[in-house]
């Protein structure tokens, strides 16, 4: 993904409270670092030309990004299963399963989330 930074100085915005499944739980930008998932902040896209509404912070920093089109080259190999907080991430070639039949009491709800991988891999038995 070809993307650019966008540092984020002034953050005086609403914090949705959906579940970003489409947001990377970090990033990793070659010769510039990695960034972990900080919050989804409303209006990103709208305000700042970014290409979600996903929030991240540098490593090592306090200073807050999106990631807008742009010349750097954007690794993430995983994005969130679930709510942030349960820490469930899949693979790119997984698929984020809620299973309702699990009834939690309070929120979040982890045990409903799970990855599965789109090929089935099966068992062979040589004799």
Do not use: H
């Not at 490593?59 to 969130?80: N, Q, R």
């Not at 349960?86 to 699990?102: A, H, N, R, S």
């Amino acid at each position: 993904m070809i993307s650019s930074l966008v540092l984020l100085l002034s953050l005086s915005f609403a914090v949705s409270q959906e579940y970003p499944t489409d947001c990377c739980p970090w990033k990793w930008v070659p010769d510039n670092g990695v960034f972990t998932y900080y919050n989804v902040t409303a209006d990103l896209r709208k305000n700042y030309g970014c290409l979600d509404d996903c929030m991240y912070v540098k490593k090592g920093t306090e200073d807050k990004y999106c990631f807008a089109p742009g010349p750097l080259d954007v690794i993430c190999e995983e994005y969130f299963c679930g709510p942030p907080e349960c820490k469930v991430t899949c693979k790119e070639d997984q698929q984020c399963i809620e299973d309702p039949g699990i009834v939690c009491v309070q929120a979040p709800c982890c045990a409903r989330w799970s990855c599965k991988s789109d090929i089935d891999i099966g068992y062979l038995t040589i004799q």
